[in-house]
């Protein structure tokens, strides 16, 4: 089982590959993804999402040099 402190360490860890993939395949126009807990009575969990939520722009037929 992962500790609460771990997972927040590999959620980050997370988001900062995402960005790095997702800005290197779309571009560096592309929001950052960031790791968030999110705490429960009885558990934590992490949400990884982007900030501010513009989302990933997709294009069809597109050629990037």
Do not use: I, K, N, Y
């Not at 592309?30 to 939520?53: M, W």
């Amino acid at each position: 089982m992962t500790s609460g402190s771990s997972l927040e360490a590999e959620a980050q860890r997370f988001a900062a590959e995402l960005t790095d993939t997702v800005r290197g395949v779309v571009g560096a126009h592309v929001e950052a993804f960031r790791a968030r807990t999110l705490h429960h009575p009885q558990t934590d969990r992490v949400s990884v999402h982007q900030e501010p939520r513009t989302g990933v722009p997709l294009a069809v037929g597109v050629t990037s040099r």
